[in-house]
């Protein structure tokens, strides 16, 4: 610049708080040594009374200062004050960042993009020593690196930690706290909602009013784009983080109205194994910590909700058979200023049992014996109680053995709270008044004589609705590119219908726009959430999806293909990380019948190869190949999990065109037909069986339902998520195999029957090493940590 310009002298900033003697030292250092070389440097002390906000504020002030071109903030801060370190380090302009501390720049240090940050002197000499060495550094020990995980003795140098981001992966929490959100109600008026349709749960996330939909409902709606896999590995193949990816792509990078909608995370994968759902990487959903941890209470609601029903059905029967009629008679309308008066609920029962009287004095003794009595089999009972942790001791247990229940037990268990009905009401729910008749038609039991007991016979609907008031609102929440996110619902799809709810997805759909998109994700492979998203979701939401996109990584396929177990925990066999292309083409084979599963519903297929750094060009490029011979209207790899929407633009404009492609949705099978049909249908065209085997109880459930009027119901498989088939271990594309039909069980409410498959669980259990092991909360600065 000198030579350029000669009578150019950069501006150079020290900021200085506290008075440390070792920290005055290295000031003077640098400060003599700017001078030596024609540098115009500042020192800028605060006091040691100086606050967080006059920290920043004098950051704030150095960075619009054009004739100031660096800044070094002198770590440690020594304020008798609390004071974020990284957020003030964070506060730097990076242009001006001369420590390359801020979060950004040692991001793309730790992802090794190297040509578009700041090397700082001494991580890059460190750097150029192992390059030069091939080795470790060996170096004097501090007291920050005594006792660490540090692979590597750091020379005793200010740049400790940052070397350590260059020796160890950055985790997600990190990365999603380097870029501050902005606030939501923001983000609410730049995507076209009104003030009074927002309410705020903090700086962060805030529910939407349904009345949204009236104010909307005469605009035209965007293309609707849903996202799937191939058969994944424990690991998961990163449908989240495409979706997320991709719809930065389309809102930052192509100036689209983009829209993610996902599905609220279970906290027991959360703190189980497979850890949070927000994305991953540079493709999140913030703050990652409040979207993995409780976000505005919606399944905390329906945990409370599901756990009512669950009370009131023993409550019930154990009343009904401690009680005469009379007594019950007294007790269900109890004289209240002399009078006895029905409750508008029971009003509707006894119109259920075709009694016309509003009187309960006129009630004759045969009605008050059908009033009062539902006369619930305790062997039919298939309402659970559910928590939202991972607990194998759940999964049967004995209830009532409390002396006050006068001996009245019954062997029951626990599910996990996202498998409960509920949740699949809420997710498949159109409006406040459907979700209050969805909770009512929820069939709890069946009567010694056979008849369907619902919520509504308990008497237990209306407060239903009333606790699930506030989470029928989708929540909404941003990336870390800014670009919304509804979060809403949050049903698994092994043992559920696996997808967000359709009113965030009509919301979003006329709030992008005619021109915008709407990406929503259908969770584990296309053989199960894609396939309950169009049967049973779009079925009901009278939507039709323009494209699906299918999530494909070199790792899923080369397990497909034969490679070794993969395990979650465990480092990865070499077959996964070294180039093997006979192996990677023999396991698309799975990709291949992913892909005919897709287009059996008319919708045009966009496969997404999720990019891991040691996957090779030459695997990358088979993988597409393979995808387009199988008949996919695009194939392209993506990298948005290192490099944000940037990475997953390719992908975005795929979509745009297959968007435009001509399409002939239709749905897999007619809901009239037998639900033995239904169900081998689904196991012969999706999972590729010879056909399907029912146990007796799934036979005797079949007879009940049909006799009880649900056998028009659509189907919801629950089934394991790891293997085309029922068996987990079998991978690939398995052939020649009879699917069991264990039992099967009715979602009235929520609209489906769902056959359990094999040995499925609907309560996961714990493993040997659980995530929690690694989650903690920092007390000086309330953050979470470890979590991922």
């Known amino acids: ?468 008031r506030d989470a029928i609102k989708p929540n909404l929440m941003q990336t870390l590119e800014g670009t919304p996110v509804f979060v809403h619902a949050g049903p698994f799809a092994n043992i559920a219908h696996g997808n967000s709810s359709i009113l965030a997805d009509k919301i979003a759909l006329k709030l992008v726009g005619p021109d915008g998109f709407v990406v929503t994700e259908a969770g584990f492979g296309a053989d199960i959430g894609m396939e309950k998203f169009f049967n049973i979701k779009c079925r009901y939401s009278g939507l039709r999806p323009h494209v699906v996109v299918l999530v494909a990584t070199v790792r899923a396929l080369k397990m497909h293909g034969g490679g070794p177990t993969v395990t979650a925990g465990l480092t990865l066999p070499k077959e996964y990380t070294e180039e093997n292309l006979e192996l990677l083409e023999k396991g698309c084979c799975n990709l291949r019948k992913q892909v005919q599963n897709a287009m059996a519903f008319g919708v045009p297929v966009v496969v997404a190869v999720n990019a891991f750094k040691t996957d090779t060009d030459a695997e990358l490029d088979l993988v597409c190949r393979l995808a387009k011979s199988a008949g996919a209207f695009d194939a392209v790899h993506c990298s948005h999990w290192a490099k944000g929407g940037a990475g997953a633009v390719a992908l975005g404009q795929a979509v745009q065109k297959a968007a435009e492609a001509p399409s002939d949705f239709k749905f897999l099978y007619d809901v009239e037909l037998p639900i033995v049909d239904k169900i081998r249908i689904i196991a012969q065209k999706i999972y590729g069986a010879d056909d399907v085997e029912l146990l007796p109880e799934a036979q005797h459930k079949v007879e009940l339902y049909t006799k009880q009027g649900f056998g028009n119901l659509p189907i919801c498989m629950a089934k394991t998520h790891l293997s085309l088939s029922h068996d987990s271990e079998k991978k690939g594309v398995p052939t020649g195999f009879i699917l069991p039909i264990r039992d099967i069980r009715a979602s009235v409410g929520a609209g489906f029957l769902y056959p359990l498959v094999g040995t499925m669980s609907t309560m996961p259990g714990l493993p040997t090493r659980p995530c929690f092991y690694d989650i903690d909360l920092d007390p000086e600065t309330e953050q979470v940590d470890g979590l991922f």
């Open 1 to 468: 610049m000198k030579t350029r310009f000669p009578g150019f002298r950069p501006g150079l900033v020290v900021l200085q708080v506290g008075d440390r003697e070792d920290s005055n030292l290295y000031i003077s250092v640098k400060l003599k040594a700017a001078a030596e070389i024609g540098i115009n440097a500042n020192h800028l002390r605060l006091p040691k009374s100086a606050t967080e906000d006059e920290v920043l504020r004098s950051i704030m002030v150095v960075n619009e200062n054009p004739a100031i071109h660096g800044l070094i903030v002198q770590l440690p801060l020594d304020s008798v004050n609390r004071i974020d370190t990284e957020k003030v380090t964070n506060a730097v302009a990076p242009e001006k960042d001369v420590d390359g501390l801020t979060s950004i720049n040692a991001g793309k240090l730790a992802r090794g993009d190297l040509g578009n940050c700041f090397i700082p002197c001494t991580p890059n000499g460190c750097m150029e020593l192992i390059r030069q060495t091939g080795r470790c550094l060996a170096g004097r020990a501090t007291n920050a690196t005594r006792g660490s995980n540090v692979s590597a003795v750091i020379p005793d140098l200010g740049f400790l930690w940052l070397c350590v981001i260059l020796l160890h992966s950055y985790r997600d929490i990190v990365i999603s706290r380097s870029c501050p959100p902005k606030p939501i109600d923001q983000l609410a008026r730049e995507v076209g909602l009104l003030s009074d349709e927002v309410e705020m749960y903090g700086k962060t996330k805030a529910k939407v009013q349904l009345s949204v939909i009236k104010r909307l409902e005469g605009h035209s709606d965007g293309k609707y784009v849903v996202v799937t896999g191939i058969t994944p590995t424990p690991l998961g193949e990163g449908k989240s983080t495409t979706t997320v990816g991709l719809v930065q792509a389309m809102g930052a990078h192509l100036n689209l109205n983009a829209f993610a909608c996902v599905r609220q995370p279970s906290q027991g994968p959360t703190f189980g194994i497979k850890g949070g759902a927000a994305g991953g990487g540079y493709s999140q959903v913030i703050p990652m910590e409040e979207f993995n941890l409780h976000l505005t209470g919606d399944i905390h609601a329906i945990t409370a909700a599901n756990n009512l029903v669950a009370a009131a059905i023993d409550a019930r029967v154990f009343h009904e058979a401690t009680q005469s009629d009379k007594a019950l008679f007294s007790r269900l309308v109890p004289l209240s200023g002399g009078q006895r008066k029905f409750s508008p609920i029971q009003l509707n029962r006894l119109k259920r049992l075709g009694i016309e009287k509003v009187d309960p004095n006129t009630l004759t003794e045969e009605e008050v014996t059908r009033f009062v009595r539902l006369d619930i089999d305790p062997e039919s009972i298939t309402w659970q109680r559910v928590m939202d942790t991972n607990d194998r001791f759940l999964r049967k247990l004995t209830i009532g053995q409390s002396s006050t229940e006068k001996g009245f037990t019954r062997t029951t268990q626990f599910d996990i709270s996202v498998a409960s009905e509920i949740m699949a009401v809420l997710a498949l729910t159109s409006s406040l008044e459907d979700m209050r008749s969805r909770l009512a038609r929820m069939v709890v039991a069946t009567s010694r004589s056979g008849k369907p007991i619902t919520t509504e016979d308990l008497g237990v609907s209306g407060a239903l609705t009333v606790l699930m």
